[in-house]
């Protein structure tokens, strides 16, 4: 479990607090989507959490432990995996065989089983791969270390569209009970049938934390023709296919989530939603 | 749990070496550039007329601003692996001990690379060695075998001089040393040159400084001139401990992206 604290953190004294008084619970066994516009710290929380930058105020506490002071135990259960990274310019192999040893729990089996999935060969040089590929093969680094906390920065960019199908199925290979994934994206629909857990930030605070499975059960999501708009509607938008909608779901219907649509409903109408949320 | 290990210490070592080969490679071919310029090129007169001995003695006098320049140049690359935002993220993520990670860049900057420069030493003599009768009627000897233990044993056990200037010495290389490792951990990116920069305006505040007392010079009283000196190791070497363990601290508060200070605006 990971407990975060009344976490603030400014980029200097005179700046604008990017993370403001944010405090959350992060239980294992489920995957977090991270969501919120441009600047509004998400990629700063995940540094947070990982003990990269050190908060103005509050704490992030894994395993009893203040990730600031950057121990052993907790490096081993961390990994991040940023949006832009420098690949060193050697094989993955060999990239395997020098790192994999600094993780206790690393998994090879699963290493293989993501690198097959992603149609790349373990000894492929990482200097001559695309950005793209790159990242499928650092992605399957990342899940094959069997940390209990795995940040993923913006992981489908870069990705051609069979293999958001595959890192779909590799992140739920690896998911296990004792693990946290969070997803930092602005691409919604590449994750929105992955997360069971969804965070906003918004203006630098925390907006919103819940599971999937209660926004589902209270709020219901279609494209309906704009003459068939429901009277209840929460949230509407035009599209190409009608209007997209958001209503009330009072029996709880099985309805899928349309993420895109749930955050944009919260940025307009946060009370209208929050007390549906809350009913 | 935390405890250090050999190991870890052993794969963060293969790690940066594999990772940053083309700039180590670079840099032994520099120093070995170097060094050849220094006894081959810069001492053309004692290879065409004069004996091994006056070649040798030429070589080994110039010899020691070349291993303050190059040791200088390994100190300010001690934390060259917190250049950029992605490298920290490596860095400061890989899962290890804090003094293992440090250990691994002391070990490679302070032990490695002086090796390697005593290689690149005697690889340039032996080009100078099989060059020379290509180039010149006469040639001279190789040199190495007796260049780098003197050397060696001149920086460490013995002194012709007195033994205060030898404590004075070492007091002030130790000083230097600490004084590039925290410009190393200060600036990170083009360190060598801004703590350069530092150096050369600290020592023109401090001859500004110096110029309104009378300093006793060696022709006055032994003793006095003996206190000096003492008095003036003894201020670097605690200087030495308190920039060693600013060096020590700042690597401890490395984040990922600094807040902005008056360094960062150099």
Known sequence: ?????????????????????????????????????????????????????????????????????????????????????????????????????????????????????????????????????????????????????????????GLDIPSKAVFRRVVTSCMNDERIIIISTHQVRDVEYLLDRVILLKNSKLHYEGATADITERLSFAVVPTSDVPSTVIYQEPNLAGTAVVYPNPGGEETVLNLELFFNALSVQPDLVERYLKA | MNSNSLTRIKYLLLQDLSMNRKRYISLLVGLFLGALMLIYLAHPKYLLHDGSERFYVAVYDSMPVFIVCTTLVFISELFANFSTKQKRVHQLMLPATKGEKFAARFLLCCVGFPIVFLVAIALADVVRWILSPLLFENTLPLICHKLIPEMLLKTTFYWDGETLDHFLFCAFMTWIATFYAMGSALFRRRALLKTTLCLMGGFILLVLFLENFDIPGESTVDNVFDVMRVVAACILLVLSVVQFCLTRRLYNRIQVISKQTWYDRI
């Open chain 1, 1 to 157: 479990m990971i407990k975060i604290e009344n976490l603030t953190f400014a980029y200097g004294k005179k700046k604008p607090n990017v993370i403001e008084d944010l405090s959350l619970t992060l239980h294992p066994g489920a995957i977090y989507g991270l969501l919120g516009k441009n600047g509004t710290g998400k990629s700063t929380l995940f540094y947070l959490l990982s003990g990269l930058l050190f908060p103005d105020k509050g704490k992030v506490i894994m395993n009893d432990i203040n990730v600031t002071k950057r121990q052993l135990d907790t490096l081993q259960d961390i990994y991040i995996l940023p949006e832009e990274f420098d690949a060193p310019k050697i094989s993955f192999e060999k990239y395997v065989r020098l790192h994999a040893p600094l993780y206790p729990r690393f998994d090879h089996e699963q290493l293989g089983r993501c690198m097959a999935e992603f149609e790349l060969p373990m000894d492929v040089d990482l200097k001559s791969l695309s950005m793209g590929q790159k990242k499928k093969a650092m992605l399957c680094f990342a899940l094959a270390t069997g940390t209990r906390l795995l940040l993923l920065d913006e992981p489908t960019n």
